[in-house]
């Protein structure tokens, strides 16, 4: 499969290698030039592009920006493409944005308004970069984690789940994109290591909030 990663950072880079290694052919791309890149080519064996590039080639697409990116992004890159959105609002950094500060929606959602042709499928959020390739495990393994996912075409989630089960996690399907709220920034299945079942019981019960960077401890 073709994967276009649009953002090069801790979890692009991440995913990249993950998705390298199960011999996925994966094109790296950041908002300057790819020449940026050069280094990260080499070390993760994939190749480099524009966000366009990365955009057109994949078959799909993983969307790791920091959040106030996203309007910047050509609306049209990626209509038709199923989508992961690995992206996350942090207030401190992407500045005070109501409609998620008051719950009146989600990331994902706004993530889907803006590629309103895209299939996006909230994935890859909740998991340090630091995790994803030693918590990957074989299928039927006791420890294999589980991630959660949301988004609101069944096609293009079981695709998701499928990439998510061949890299070695199980999946939580939280349900619509206006579930995702779930497991965003500081819920209690935010970045935390858990099996399928006690995911689950996390996402189902996702009405508090836990201390702010607790989950790097």
């Known amino acids: 499969m073709k994967i276009g990663i649009i953002g090069a950072g801790f979890i692009g880079r991440a995913v990249a290698r993950l998705a390298v290694a199960h011999g996925h052919d994966v094109m790296l ?24 590039d990365a955009a057109r080639i994949g078959d799909i697409g993983l969307l790791a920006v920091p959040f106030f990116a996203i309007p910047d992004l050509d609306p049209a890159m990626l209509d038709g493409k199923v989508v992961m959105d690995a992206c996350n ?11 998620l500060d008051s719950g009146e929606t989600t990331t994902s959602e706004i993530v889907q308004r803006h590629f309103a042709g895209a299939k996006v499928v909230k ?8 995790d994803i390739d030693p918590d990957a495990r074989p299928r039927g393994a006791p420890d294999r984690r589980a991630l959660p996912i949301a ?7 079981a695709i998701v789940a499928a990439l998510f089960d061949e890299f070695g996690y199980d ?11 779930r497991f965003e920034r500081a819920r209690p299945a935010y970045c935390v290591r858990l099996e399928k079942d006690a995911l689950a019981a996390k996402l189902a019960d996702a009405g508090t909030s836990v201390a702010e960077g607790s989950w790097r401890g």
């Open 29 to 52: 791309s950041n908002s300057r030039h790819p020449r940026t890149l050069t280094s990260t080519m080499i070390s993760v064996g994939c190749q480099v592009g524009t966000t366009a």
């Open 89 to 99: 609002y942090y207030p401190g950094r992407d500045e005070s944005i109501a409609g």
């Open 123 to 130: 994935a890859w959020n909740a998991i340090l970069e630091r």
């Open 151 to 157: 988004g609101d075409d069944a096609d293009a989630k």
């Open 171 to 181: 999946i939580v399907d939280a349900g619509p994109l206006r579930e995702g709220w």
